[in-house]
């Protein structure tokens, strides 16, 4: 069986994030960890849909780290606006006629016992189609399926409003096709206004007699369109780990490394500094004096300076800190904080932080959530950002200022400074230090 | 011989700290520290009185702390207005001829000598009534006593002006009236316009023949009037604790504990925190990862957050912090600091520091004094109080700002956020990252 | 030979950091360690010329040394403005006819090797005066020498512009003179209108067939000019010191000393303190608790506060320093930092900083360099400097603000505040932190 891993999205709901299929977990980017799973569950010959703003990269990638047990090819999607169709219809020529093909969303990460249950499902000869599905208990915006009593779909509604859903099991991007040829077929007569087309086609086979088999999974499943989704798949990846320390680490007999931490190659840990599992620390990172990280992951070249907290943060490569509070924060690669500068990470009233996409503001569901950053950003000392503020790439942040609302990439932003500079009449007595130097002895 | 605790203050000089009978010393309320003491001096019959705002209060701490000793009682003081004087009124139904009473203020925290002190003295035939009696050093805003040779008091003298005062004798308000029937007889038919219907009854008493003796006391004693004086009485109860920790708390053995600390069950303290005697930790605190505590008092269910300095501070329960300086402060209860929030606590001249009391300001003599706040207050990030400022209970504090001035209860205060944001024309050569990085290795 | 300290200079560009002869390294003002140092080179009879702003000070200030070795005395120069050649010029009574000196400015640091090439080449009969000269590989600022094949000075250029000099070879004012009342009948018969008499003389001398020899020097050598001259200094003494930490000092346990570090009489080091070396930490400094000193020198009765980071950095006499960065800065005795006080010591673009020194902007060199402070300055909390900035002495700086220029010598400063204060209509929700501590334990 083929597999078609489709990776053509353009992340724009993660803005300032960059591209999801390139971030680092465990020092290897997410779209590698997908083809492996790929790889781990026997598929041999994987193809990757790409977009031309990501094509050349997911070759570079992906050569770069040599997969020997799989045959990788790529496909470009041109147009990207026609979602999931188009990037089927982007493999016309790759795919044979009666060959089953799995799709799978570079989007959706899950337990690899999904694959599992979708062989078994695609084997099984009443099956026509499969599609991997989830209950949910909170209203999730995706696919919605209707089923019969046998677990046959009925109908797939994309996206119902909340509280017009028309069950509670949800698709996952994970689709086994056995007829391929006639999915593309389809799909090409089909066309639609909205971002359905390969929904609407999916109807269409349902009722002309296409079995569709709803193949329900309960392990972890988190789908990444929203910034605050890297903190879910953080998770889920750190939650596996054993404590791991690199014999090429260099670690202060007064450091502190509790539960379970990965350490690796060339990472220096200065004294007093603590690690609290689960934690992840990437290659050649320093992690200064008195540093604390914890339930955190940070990639390579990292140097988290004196007395700096990282908490359930997720840090890119080549990220630098002195004297902060970095806490339920993403920062993309190559950004720097002066010494003082705290992200705050709870609203004053303790209630969920939204967080603006795209011009709306969407409710993290989370009450504690930080900053999120593009990449080389620069920021000052002393300053303050509030809870789930996004900064754009390539923008530089004064010092002592309060960012409130996100900034735009390419900015640059000062605060205004007014101050009252007058003649010194103030005398300090020098008594009182002496009085304050014995009180200290 | 009957004891009468008066406890119907309302605290209004206290503010915004809640009734001082219920701050909690060494994991108990003051004025259950003060049953005690008249428990431990023999008192068996205990009358309370309190008032509107805080009978019930006083009725269910005092049932739940379940005092065997003694048989306690309670009297409703309705006029509020009307100090001593009405308190003792109060009482006229539940006092008996000829029996003697001792009149203790909830208010005035002694050494418990002065009740051994104060029995010794009533004991002897030749003292009518007894009142405890200290020499001061600097002028007191209270009653003055101006006695004879043999210690008979002539007059009293309620607050004279600073410089006025007839002697350096001052009123503790432990008071023995061996005939309370005949001083509520004659309290009942004095009438004055000022706050000193008791002094100036006292004065017809012994204007009539009675005798009054000053019982000299060279203990411990402070009044509980203004908030500074919460860390007198903090201190006095710090000075006498000896090192004890409870088997049930958590201790990482990279946290130091130096000197007299009391940490209580269910604490848990984490790697390299540091706790300096005397100090007490109440009930579930957690001091976490680096923070400092020195010479305070923190009661139940605190975080003390990372690398947070506590120092000379009192905090009530459920005070939340990270990051934080909390230096010669008063917490009250449910408070939260966002990180790099700073009390200030030396003026930049190191003068006394002054605090605005019901409209005016009051030198306190201390020349190291940070923040005093009520209940319910959040504080965001990086804010900055300066010396001697009080925050009202329920109020809401933004980040980055400065606070120097006192906030009302139940406000929520923001700064102005002024921005310019300009394109980002400035470059980082990625050169000068990997020169600094060298330099560190 | 007589060996002339020429110590008379103002320290102008210096400003704010007072006259650098008495800036303290290892325990000892400057102008000690070049006494000491001429000493070691075998001058027995030493002449110091200061001005009236510092005679008496270097005066007291040997006389306190009391050097046994040599015969030290002094000489006054009146006319600051005359330079070098008014230095000479003013011993004119003090210097016996073909007696040889070596005129050593106080302004230029130098290995000791120096003296050992100077007194050789001195005794070189064919030398007729002999010149330090280094070859430099940037412009600097100083006279220019160029010399025959046989090393012989052609002429003296005094600070061409960059690109104008004559030659790579720079003139270190240790200047040997075997007929120096030749010297001062040349000196007084010169007028320039520039600062460069002392140069034309020496010009007027080579012309008369004077034979002046430029004796290269390959080893350290650092003129004291401008203020981050100070950092060049204090590394070269920081370079030589071996590991030495006084039975008088108090170290916790739990402290930390890594590398070479001198730690003197009197010294508390606090639990979990780290100094990495090379550093110096003058009498009776206290380093407090989880606080970290890098590659600094810390002079005496400092106290360096909880969790304080000193970087790179020189701190003179008495500087209090609490919760804050001091990173690449210099600061003066006397001074006092609030919590969360932070120097910036990086612009956002990381390139090189520059300094106002009279008026214009002098370029460092340095991509990381903090504050320079004057005398007896306080600073509030959460106060952020930007980088090369200059505050005068005797000033006073508020909290919460940004000091983004050079702030003149006895000045208040503070931001102004404009405070939103609202009622408050949120509401906290109890559980919310029930949730949170949960998560915690």
Redesign the interface.
């Known amino acids: 069986m083929k597999a078609v891993l489709l990776a053509a999205g353009r992340s724009q709901r993660m803005q300032p994030v960059p591209d999801k299929n390139f971030l680092m977990f465990l020092g290897k980017p997410l779209v590698v960890h997908q083809i492996e799973q790929l790889i781990n569950a026997g598929f041999r010959d994987i193809i990757i849909v790409g977009g031309a703003h990501n094509l050349n990269s997911l070759k570079a990638l992906t050569k770069s780290f040599n997969f020997k047990k799989a045959k990788l090819s790529f496909a470009e999607q041109k147009n990207l606006d026609d979602g999931m169709a188009g990037a089927i219809i982007s493999l016309k020529n790759k795919i044979i006629d009666h060959e089953p093909v799995i799709f799978v969303s570079s989007n959706d990460v899950v337990d690899g016992k999904a694959f599992d249950l979708m062989k078994k499902a695609c084997s099984d000869k009443k099956n026509g189609s499969c599609i991997l599905a989830k209950r949910v208990i909170k209203y999730f915006p995706g696919g919605y399926l209707k089923t019969n009593k046998q677990g046959f779909i009925q109908k797939i509604i994309e996206k119902p409003a909340e509280g017009k859903e028309p069950s509670d099991l949800v698709n996952i991007v994970i689709h086994c096709h056995k007829n391929p040829k006639k999915l593309i077929e389809v799909l090409e007569k089909t066309k639609t206004t909205k971002d359905d087309r390969y929904e609407v086609a999916l109807d269409k086979l349902i009722k002309a007699g296409h079995k569709l088999k709803a193949v329900e999974f309960d392990g972890f499943w988190q789908p990444v369109k929203y910034p605050w989704h890297v903190f879910k798949v953080m998770q889920f990846f750190l939650k596996n780990i054993k404590k791991k320390i690199s014999i090429k680490a260099e670690i202060s007999k007064?450091a502190?490394i509790?539960g379970n931490v990965i350490i690796e190659n060339g990472v220096?840990i200065?004294?007093?500094a603590?690690i609290n599992g689960p934690s992840y620390i990437g290659q050649n990172t320093?992690i200064a004096?008195?540093a604390?990280v914890r339930d955190s992951m940070i990639n390579e070249?990292c140097?988290i300076g004196?007395?700096t907290?990282i908490a359930r943060s997720y840090l890119g490569n080549?990220v630098?800190t002195?004297?902060n509070?970095i806490?339920d924060s993403i920062i993309s690669d190559n950004c720097s904080f002066?010494?003082?500068t705290?992200t705050?990470n709870?609203r004053?009233?303790?209630g969920d932080i939204s967080v603006n996409i795209r011009g709306q503001k969407v409710n993290s569901g989370m009450?504690?959530f930080g900053l999120i950053t593009g990449e080389?950003i620069?920021a000052?000392?002393?300053?303050?950002f509030?809870p789930g503020v996004k900064i754009g790439s390539?923008?530089?942040?004064?010092?002592?200022?309060?960012?409130?609302y996100d900034?735009?990439e390419?900015?640059?932003?000062?605060?205004?400074?007014?101050?009252?500079?007058?003649?010194?009449?103030?005398?300090?007595?020098n008594g009182?230090?002496e009085e304050?130097?014995k009180k200290?002895?």
């Open positions: 007064r502190v509790n220096k200065y004294d007093n603590v320093i004096t008195s604390l070249n140097v004196f007395a907290e080549n630098w002195h004297t509070y806490g002066g010494s003082g705290v705050g709870l004053l009233d303790e009450n504690k080389n620069r000052g000392i002393n300053t303050s509030m390539n923008s530089m942040i004064g010092a002592g200022i309060i960012i409130p900034i735009p390419n900015s640059f932003v000062i605060g205004k400074v007014d101050l009252e500079i007058k003649p010194n009449k103030a005398k300090v007595s009182s230090r304050m130097m200290l002895k």
